[in-house]
């Protein structure tokens, strides 16, 4: 296993995302790429903080990159029922961007997933937001959508 993966210094780099100055970076990808390509080394016990502070500051996050791509993880993380009900959480009651975060989320875990349900009920869910009041989430539903059915 990776020395970055150990213990203590996991817990850390997890402490600085939950953090307020980290929320209010303009530039905090770099952080959050760490596991971009990394979450094979992480361990479920790894995985389950990583998933619940990603899912928590995404609202939270300024730098949209961020945000992007921690959707992205938290579909990766588990690719089951855990990361759809994690995307369909910041449905409720999100902001615009949020709202529109989410639907990429979406898209992507229907991309990955390898679970035939969790696809169809992303793409159920996909299909209600394009009708949603929001010209930014229509779009983004209506484009992930058209994604998944060529």
Not at 5 to 33: A, C, M, N, W, Y
Not at 47 to 52: A, E, S
Not at 54 to 68: H, K, V, Y
Request: glycine share 4%.
């Amino acid at each position: 296993m990776v020395l970055f993966f150990r213990l203590p210094l996991f817990e850390q780099v997890l402490s600085v995302i939950q953090g307020t100055e980290f929320h209010r970076l303009s530039d905090s990808v770099g952080i959050i790429k760490l596991f971009e390509y990394n979450l094979g080394l992480l361990t479920d016990a790894q995985k389950q903080p990583l998933f619940t502070t990603l899912s928590e500051s995404i609202p939270e996050l300024l730098d949209s990159i961020s945000a992007f791509l921690a959707v992205e993880l938290i579909a990766e993380i588990w690719r089951d029922n855990r990361s759809l009900e994690a995307l369909l959480h910041l449905t409720r009651g999100a902001s615009e961007n949020t709202l529109a975060l989410a639907v990429h989320g979406l898209d992507w875990l229907a991309k990955k997933t390898e679970q035939a349900d969790i696809r169809t009920r992303c793409l159920d869910e996909l299909w209600r937001l394009s009708k949603h009041p929001s010209s930014l989430v229509q779009t983004e539903a209506i484009t992930a959508l058209n994604r998944r059915m060529a």
